[in-house]
């Protein structure tokens, strides 16, 4: 491993234990990132709001990356509420939302899983924003972590381009032809809900 | 909780020991104690190679204790971000970079040979055919007379002597390969066609940051959609795209024709990579460059025209930017994660960290530019040994944009991406030491500190203590990023003199055209990503369409509070008719703009006139991680537009 990529593990990727939704132990590190593409995101099972519309967006990501994933490309939700994620609590929610293998949901000790989010910068600086978890549920980070390639997309975008953006993990290399600039009128389908990030009262 | 640079859990007093060695360091480079011998000796740096706290060494040591989320009296504006740590260097050991300027090529040279049409087979990347060509083959030749070719490729380079040598990303025209990338010197009325090949290395070898899929945009051009660096545009390496600069006024093909409106004359843009959600990374590794373009009036000759001081030799561009170094390997480090805004702790100007600059007593012209990634800038010209002193300068240009007339200052504030051009006039100073210093006060991504007591209600940051903290650092206390030796021997000076002489240049183009619609843009943030009127970047979609050869006004509101945004339109210059409802009170924004600073919770109203050109252009905020995380929207110049309102 190049002392580059030694680094970037030091800074952001602890190697804490986390337990999945059916209740197996894995490292975060060398069992979740290791050598993969993957997906980040952060939710909450019984959140209503803007978690339903990522986690419905990410299951449609699910089915544009095909048997890509689980095999190249690893999605991992993480719990911003791990005392009432259980792993059965989020296995159920997983199979309510037709997520199929390939996609992990993780919970663990609440002190990991917010070492967790600020590793991966799932906050805002407004500490009482900070402290409403909604506000960090709209983030998906991308990365090839062999490759250090880390990006990130709004996880109520369309799902055709998140997918597409995940693709880039996969075949940086990749020529992707620009569209022509003789436009479809703007005619995109509009996620309704829109959670708007205000501290908690 | 508190997190270091590296994200790493400290506890409080920890941070807050680090808040003051942050301090303390930006105290002892203003005096000229940088070494870790001297540190050593004079016993103010511990073993493991934290500054000690010096009480005594300044009033200020002693007081300055960084507020925290339980003093009374502050805000999270006040709070400091995570504190960057690079390892200490010298200041003012080297030279300023001067770039090189771009030599052309024999269109000969280039194969596949260029063609209107994108070459897909050939491995060109471009979204339509040249737009000009096609439009006006006399005005605008295929090729045309001027022919670049440029390669972006990874070479290693020395930002200090006390750091390891870096590899970063560079602009070759096949004479010189650096960063910032050679600078152009362009004219109006010499159409020119850049060949931008990506030779930048695999993903796998990019050095913990960066995706070497790029696509090259030049502020303010008012170019061609499929030539102007649309994110959404971009290309691997191996691949490559033929961009033509028309290098024409805007209104050319419309309400004046046929050359333009000379009072759209540009003069400073600059060029970088825009990748979609790659573009901070990218520029942040060194993807960026000079585009100077001249007139018959901003000659370049400081004998003829407007008489500005002599390019380039007189005439000098100044990329800033602030960046952070791993403590442990001194190697350039990236925040992959941040989400609201990097402040790096080391300043470089046109690649080296505090050079120096030898000038002769007589006028310069400086252009000076905020690279980013996040910073904001107040420049100073700061005497050391007449801390009191004002020592004002003139702005000629907002943006690249010669103002009506030069504007006395003594200090004046850019955003990231935002342009000045000043002429400082060295000639009361020969002999002397002087600095380029930034003396505003920014201690997160969000923005500057506010200034105290100016509006009531605003948040106001205040120390431990109850002590408001002013926006501004006193002389001498902020970053020192320029030294200026200047000579003690006197020169001839044939530039215009601002003071005596009172030159003016371009009247402001008329404002008072009906809009064909107003369209009002909500910046805000939205469940960790930055959006605007709700809304997220994306490639496939197109939020409106503007109507070719029409007058439109745009409200930017400010939903994010506290922040400020430096917000980008591509295509067309736009001037500011209000800040919160009234003319904005600084002079030197009587101006025409290409990026406006959306200030804390404000409303800004914007005129622009969408001329010429068709096609696909982006707004968005030049807080490039801001850009990055979807703070960025698609519009489309079209013969119809559309009357959307909020799109
Ligand atoms: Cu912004």
């Known amino acids: ?201 | 909780m508190y997190f270091n640079v590296f994200g790493e859990k400290v506890s409080k007093g920890r941070f807050k020991q680090m808040v003051n060695a942050f301090k303390n360091r930006q105290e002892l480079i203003a005096a000229g104690l940088t070494s870790r011998r001297d540190l050593l000796k004079l016993g103010l740096l511990s073993a493991s190679g934290m500054l000690l706290a010096k009480h005594g060494l300044s009033a200020r040591a002693q007081t300055a204790t960084t507020p925290t989320s339980t003093s009374p009296g502050s805000f999270n504006l006040c709070l400091p971000g995570n504190q960057a740590a690079s390892p200490t260097t010298r200041a003012f050991v080297e030279p300023l970079p001067i770039m090189p300027l771009a030599q052309t090529v024999p269109v000969s040279s280039l194969s596949p040979a260029p063609t209107i049409a994108p070459n897909t087979a050939g491995g060109e990347v471009r979204a339509a055919s040249h737009q000009a060509p096609l439009l006006n083959p006399s005005m605008f030749p295929f090729p045309p007379p001027r022919v670049y070719q440029v390669r972006q490729h990874a070479i290693q380079a020395v930002q200090s002597p006390d750091l390891p040598t870096q590899t970063i990303w560079a602009f070759d025209d096949g004479f010189h390969a650096t960063s910032p990338g050679p600078t152009y010197r362009a004219n109006y009325g010499v159409p020119q066609l850049v060949r931008n090949i990506n030779a930048l290395p695999p993903a796998n070898q990019n050095g913990g940051f960066g995706m070497p899929s790029v696509t090259t945009h030049l502020h303010n051009g008012h170019t061609p959609s499929e030539s102007d660096g649309n994110p959404c545009d971009f290309y691997p390496s191996g691949n490559f795209c033929d961009q033509y600069y028309p290098n024409v006024l805007a209104g050319f093909s419309f309400d004046h024709r046929p050359t333009g409106d000379i009072n759209e004359s540009l003069s400073t843009l600059w060029y970088h990579d825009h990748r979609v959600d790659f573009t901070a990374q990218n520029t942040y590794k060194g993807l960026l460059g000079f585009y100077c373009l001249f007139n018959q009036f901003d000659t370049g000759d400081e004998t003829t025209g407007f008489r500005l001081p002599s390019f380039p030799q007189f005439d000098i561009p100044l990329a800033f930017a602030d960046k952070v170094y791993d403590p442990t390997t001194g190697l350039l480090a990236f925040d992959l994660f941040n989400l609201d805004g990097i402040l790096g702790d080391k300043f470089l100007v046109n690649g080296k960290i505090q050079p120096f600059l030898q000038v002769q007593p007589r006028r310069y012209r400086f252009r000076l530019l905020d690279t980013g990634p996040s910073r904001f800038y107040e420049f100073f010209l700061t005497d050391p040994n007449h801390l009191g002193a004002n020592n004002p300068f003139f702005v000629i240009a907002n943006d690249g944009n010669l103002l009506p007339a030069p504007v006395q200052v003594t200090s004046v504030r850019i955003g990231v991406a935002e342009r000045v051009d000043v002429i400082i006039d060295f000639s009361s100073f020969a002999g002397k030491t002087l600095y380029l210093e930034n003396r505003l006060r920014q201690i997160n991504g969000m923005g500057p500190v506010p200034p105290q007591g100016l509006v009531p209600g605003q948040v106001e940051c205040s120390d431990a203590f109850g002590n408001l903290l002013s926006d501004i650092l006193p002389a001498g206390q902020g970053n020192l990023l320029l030294q200026f030796r200047v000579s003690g021997t006197k020169v001839v000076d044939n530039s215009v003199n601002p003071m005596l002489d009172h030159p003016t240049f371009y009247a402001l183009p008329d404002t008072t055209a009906t809009p064909r619609v107003t369209r009002t843009f909500q910046f805000d943030r939205l469940n960790g990503q930055w959006s605007i009127n709700g809304q997220f970047m994306d490639c496939n979609h197109f939020r409106f369409l503007v109507q070719q050869n029409s007058v439109e006004n745009w409200i930017l509101f400010n939903a994010t509070g506290d922040w400020t945004h430096p917000i980008h339109i591509h295509l067309e210059e736009h001037q500011i008719l209000s800040r919160n409802r009234v003319p904005p009170p600084l002079a030197v924004e009587h101006s025409r703009k290409d990026v406006t600073q959306l200030r804390q919770n404000e409303r800004v109203l914007l005129f622009f006139r969408f001329r010429d050109w068709l096609g696909k252009y982006p707004l968005h905020c030049h807080n490039v991680i801001h850009e990055d995380h979807a703070m960025m929207g698609l519009w489309n110049v079209q013969p119809q537009g559309d009357t959307v309102l909020r799109p």
């Open chain 1, 1 to 201: 491993m190049t002392d580059l990529r030694e680094s970037a593990r030091r800074r952001y990727f602890p190697d804490l234990t986390l337990r999945t939704q059916d209740d197996k132990e894995v490292r975060f590190y060398d069992d979740l990132i290791k050598g993969k593409i993957v997906t980040i995101n952060f939710f909450y099972s019984k959140c209503e709001d803007v978690c339903p519309i990522v986690t419905s967006n990410l299951v449609k990501v699910q089915e544009l990356l095909g048997d890509q994933v689980g095999r190249k490309v690893f999605m991992y939700s993480f719990s911003l509420k791990p005392k009432e994620d259980t792993p059965k609590a989020m296995k159920e929610y997983a199979e309510m939302h037709g997520v199929r293998p390939g996609w992990t949901f993780l919970t663990g000790k609440p002190e990991d899983l917010e070492l967790l989010r600020r590793k991966l910068g799932f906050t805002t600086p407004d500490l009482r924003a900070d402290k409403d978890v909604t506000n960090h549920t709209g983030n998906i980070r991308y990365g090839n972590e062999p490759f250090m390639l880390w990006g990130a997309c709004p996880g109520m975008a369309d799902p055709q381009w998140i997918a597409e953006s995940v693709e880039w993990m996969v075949r940086p290399d990749a020529v992707h032809l620009p569209h022509e600039h003789t436009p479809a009128h703007p005619d995109a389908p509009r996620p309704e809900h829109r959670h708007h990030e205000r501290p908690a009262a």
